[in-house]
């Protein structure tokens, strides 16, 4: 055989298994996560979520950023098992209760989660993690945030009184 026949077939067998594994997707997240289960519907409905809390203007939303795949990944790599539990606990009964195609009635009962601690707990968590997320985003960094590397300028000149 061939050596660059060879070599061409085993880059042709690598690629169909890379392209294979990723057709075989079970339906989860389109992030790795370790100790979560979020399924494809979740993530849908966390990028909705993350869209009513973080609207399109003239700024990008939320699901545009991505910001639910940020509160997905820093819940899995960050919180504690714990805090994981109470998250996907409050996650699954808030997801029964909220339609995200009216949003007037979303943001109502949103702010009307006090005594409900898993719920409660959920949001927090997500408010916070997508507030972070948007605050550290590329769209925040090169846009809004303007960098100057000195403070201020340097006036010399300023007479001090004494």
Same mark, same amino acid.
């Given at each position: 055989?061939n050596r660059r026949t060879a070599i ?27 100790? #979560? !289960?979020? =399924?494809? /519907?979740? $993530?849908?409905? %966390?990028?909705? *979520? ?5 609207? +399109? ?42 339609? #995200? !195609?009216? =949003?007037? /009635?979303? $943001?109502?009962? %949103?702010?009307? *989660? ?5 719920? +409660?707990?959920?949001?927090e968590t997500f408010k916070s993690r997508a507030i972070q997320g948007y ?28």
């Open positions: 055989m061409k077939q085993f880059f042709i067998i690598a690629g169909g298994l890379t392209i294979l594994s990723s057709c075989l997707n079970d339906g989860g997240a389109s992030i790795v996560l370790n100790k #979560l !289960k979020i =399924s494809a /519907e979740d $993530e849908q409905f %966390l990028g909705d *979520l993350a869209n009513i809390l973080i609207p +399109k203007s003239d700024t990008p939303g939320g699901k545009d950023l991505n910001l639910h795949l940020f509160v997905i990944k820093m819940v899995d790599d960050c919180e504690s098992p714990e805090s994981q539990a109470k998250f996907v606990a409050g996650f699954n009964k808030l997801r029964k209760q909220l339609n #995200l !195609k009216n =949003s007037k /009635e979303t $943001e109502t009962t %949103l702010a009307g *989660l006090k005594g409900q601690t898993d719920e +409660k707990a959920f949001f605050m550290n985003s590329e769209y925040v960094m090169k846009n809004k945030v303007i960098y100057k590397l000195i403070p201020g300028p340097y006036n010399g000149a300023v007479k001090v009184k004494a």
